[in-house]
């Protein structure tokens, strides 16, 4: 590559870029989740999805799930990143594991009528979605699954009638009797 | 109820402040007062255990609080006030940051119930300086202060260093609780940083070092930073096994510049021979150093034809900008201490005389060459004469940002850790006095000499006035070429020779300048006064500014051409304008 005038080295590495769940666990305390966001934006790494909450009130416990996209190097990097901070217990790629389990909720609301809010119901049934809110014009469906399913349900209320949607991100969990 | 009048551990935040720094030891601190850190200066005030440096900016503090943790190997303690107190120190900051320096920064807030509302010097400090340190913490109950401040210390002292902030609102200072002595339980139960290397790792680490034709060693500033023991064992596997070894700026001094198998400096102004044997080597062994993009050069063409073990407390510094073959995460002491146990039991000393050859064939091409004139001072010349005339003192270093840097860290021969003092990472123009004021508090008796740029070193020359005050001796040795050298460097090899704004235009007479602040100033212009005049310096007492007018288009050389390799340097004989343009032909985008 024809380096342009510059005191950096630009580096031409076109390496895949790979989706990865990490589950962290931290201690819950005023800052901590700044200071993970604040790394992701301040050293550039994607978040496509961010989910976080306390899950062991007692010892002041909270589990944050992260989707992000990086070449292999890059994951790597935000791993250790992730892991040197300092109210940070552990960091688990999920993806790694290859026995995670992952789940979205999702709130979709259509509104239609006629031949439009049978098809909806009918697709709905077949996602295994609830209708947790409806009136004579629209439903409120409640779909969880993990995000290629909810994604596909979202595509198909699209021409049905969609109107907005509310998704929680991705929550992560490992097969088996072990904890992370 | 127990009465708690005459319970020693009760008493109110600023108290606790200063009793904690002197639990940990803390026998000098920098800072600036202002309205959130009024109680806490009545606190000083009151004692004397703990002597207060009044600098003249708080960056001036953070950076003499970094100079005197780096050569001294303890934290540096700052202490500024809210709002614009706190936004100075984000400098020193971020500096101690990229450098690995221990440092602990109290800074006042508004009083709790005022957070939030936009008050008088309130700023959202946690939030500012979260990103450079390497924690921070906003303490909003007083029982909780001790706790913090205890885990401060630990944190920026243990695992890799670094500086951290604890934000002490003015209601807490005032406030009463219970103090506590350091105790284990002060932690993050979560923090705890790898020290001992794994054991597979070692053995495959020396099974490489012992069957390497042509090794070579890379250190860093990591192997000051874990102590006298890493700097020792270091020397000793140099001696046991001959191995060359080169060193990044931060690591200057680790090994002696004088001792046989110094390569000198690598990396884009390092030496031929240090960069070279980096290119060719079969076996990298790298010590508490991180690859940084000044080190590698061209990534993809780094040393492309070795193994290479990476020691690393930090375990995001491996495989971050190179893949390598063997990492082992922990302290480098003492991990060194086990390699040399491992290798001293089962290997024997490699031959590595062929590549000796080879690396003296390298070293002929004399890289640090430089034309000496009667008529004007060349930089290199100055640095080498002070160089000469500080033998065998008791001296420190500290640098400014600039071509000045370059040729310090080129022509000065350390002999010891932290003795060297330089902004590597970050890069700041105006690190070097204050970290010379920093560095002269700790080591009164010593020579500490900041090798300045005429531009760099009028970003904190307030710090003149602290030094004074406090009868500081530093000298400011500035190799005055009348330009931001570097930049112009740059604009000359880059930008077509547009010199834009990099001309110290309008400089200030620093002989004047010194005696205006009660110090001494020295001007020198020929080569045949120079050494009488280092001499004068040396002998003053007194806080001296040296105005050394040198060659002012010298350039700095041998240097990696941005997006070349380790064996694509430009050397100083080859710099003329044609070899020049085409090492730096390229495209234009500006990045
Ligand atoms: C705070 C800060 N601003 C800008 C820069 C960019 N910079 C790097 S070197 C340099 C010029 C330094 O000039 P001088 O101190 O005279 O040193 P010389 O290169 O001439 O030896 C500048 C502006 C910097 N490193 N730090
Ligand atoms: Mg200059």
């Known amino acids: 590559m024809n380096q342009p005038a510059s005191a950096y080295f630009i580096e031409d590495r076109h390496d895949p870029n790979e989706t990865h769940t990490l589950s962290v666990l931290v201690q819950n305390e005023p800052g901590a989740l700044a200071r993970v966001i604040g790394l992701f934006s301040g050293r550039g790494y994607n978040i496509e999805s961010l989910t976080v909450s306390e899950t062991e009130s007692q010892k002041h416990l909270s589990r944050i799930t992260i989707v992000t996209t990086g070449t292999p190097m890059v994951i790597e990097q935000i791993k250790h990143q992730l892991d040197r901070m300092i109210p940070v217990y552990r960091v688990v790629d999920m993806t790694l594991t290859k026995r995670s389990i992952e789940r979205e909720l999702a709130m979709v609301k259509v509104r239609g009528e006629g031949e439009h809010r049978v098809e909806a119901l009918r697709l709905a049934d077949a996602f295994r979605a609830r209708v947790i809110d409806a009136t004579t014009e629209s439903f409120v469906f409640e779909i969880t699954g993990n995000t290629d399913k909810i994604n596909q349900f979202i595509d198909l209320m699209r021409p049905l009638g969609l109107v907005e949607v509310s998704r929680t991100g991705v929550a992560a969990i490992g097969r088996g009797p072990e904890g992370m | ?591």
């Open chain 2, 1 to 591: 109820m127990s009465d708690k009048s005459h319970d020693p551990n009760q008493m109110t935040g600023a108290a606790m402040i200063v009793r904690a720094l002197i639990d940990h030891g803390v026998t000098d601190i920098f800072g600036y007062p202002g309205g959130a850190v009024l109680p806490i200066y009545d606190e000083i005030f009151q004692q004397s255990e703990v002597q207060h440096i009044l600098v003249r900016h708080e960056q001036g503090a953070g950076h003499a609080a970094e100079g005197y943790a780096r050569s001294t190997g303890k934290p540096g303690v700052a202490l500024v006030t809210s709002g614009p107190g706190a936004t100075n120190m984000v400098t020193p900051l971020t500096d101690a940051l990229m450098d690995s320096i221990p440092l602990v920064c109290i800074s006042g807030q508004v009083p709790t119930h005022l957070i939030g509302n936009d008050a008088f010097q309130e700023c959202d400090t946690v939030g500012i300086t979260r990103p450079c340190t390497k924690h921070n913490w906003l303490v909003r109950d007083v029982n909780d202060l001790a706790k913090v401040l205890h885990e401060a210390f630990y944190v920026a002292t243990s695992g890799r260093p670094g500086p951290v902030l604890v934000d002490v609102p003015k209601d807490v200072q005032f406030a009463t609780g219970t103090y506590h002595p350091p105790r284990k339980s002060d932690v993050h139960r979560s923090y705890a940083p790898r020290v001992k290397g794994d054991a597979t790792q070692i053995r495959k680490a020396v099974a490489l070092l012992a069957n390497a034709k042509r090794p070579v060693i890379y250190s860093g500033g990591g192997v000051i930073n874990s102590g006298p023991e890493a700097t020792k064992l270091l020397r000793e596997l140099v001696e046991v096994t001959g191995f060359p070894i080169t060193s990044t700026l931060m690591g200057l001094g680790a090994y002696p510049a004088s001792g046989k198998n110094w390569l000198g400096m690598l990396g884009m102004h390092g030496t031929y021979e240090a960069n070279m044997t980096m290119h060719d080597c079969d076996v990298m062994l790298c010590v508490g150093a991180r690859f940084d993009d000044r080190i590698t050069g061209r990534v993809d063409a780094f040393s492309p034809g070795s193994k290479k073990i990476h020691i690393d407390i930090d375990p995001s510094s491996i495989n971050k900008n190179i893949r390598v073959d063997v990492p082992i995460i922990g302290d480098c002491g003492n991990i060194l201490g086990d390699i040399l146990q491992v290798f001293k039991a089962e290997a024997k000393k490699p031959d590595v005389k062929a590549w000796w050859q080879q690396i003296a064939q390298w070293r002929a091409r004399n890289s640090l060459y430089y034309r000496k004139s009667n008529d004007v001072i060349l930089p290199q010349h100055a640095i080498q004469s002070l160089f000469e005339a500080t033998r065998g003192k008791d001296t420190y270093i500290t640098t400014e940002v600039g071509q000045h840097q370059m040729w310090a860290a080129q022509f000065f021969g350390f002999e010891e850790p932290h003795r060297w003092m330089t902004s590597g990472g970050l890069g700041t123009m105006g690190y070097g006095l204050p970290a010379a004021v920093g560095v002269q508090v700790a080591h009164p008796d010593s020579l500490v000499i900041d090798i300045a740029g005429d531009a760099s070193v009028q970003m904190t020359m307030q710090e003149m006035s602290t030094a004074v005050q406090y009868e500081l001796p530093i000298k400011i040795f500035i190799l005055n070429n009348q330009y931001m050298g570097m930049v112009r460097q740059w604009q000359q090899l880059l930008h077509g020779n547009r010199l834009s704004h990099s001309y110290s235009e309008a400089l200030p007479d620093f002989v004047k300048l010194a005696e205006a602040y009660g110090g001494v100033g020295i001007q020198v212009h020929k080569p045949a006064d120079l050494d009488g005049a280092i001499q004068e310096m040396i002998s003053v007492k007194r806080p001296v500014l040296f105005d050394c007018r040198v060659a002012a288009l010298e350039n700095c050389f041998p240097m990696i051409p941005s997006g070349k390799a380790h064996n694509e340097m430009l050397l100083p004989e080859q710099a003329n304008d044609e070899a020049t343009a085409k090492a730096f032909a390229g495209g234009k985008a500006l990045v």
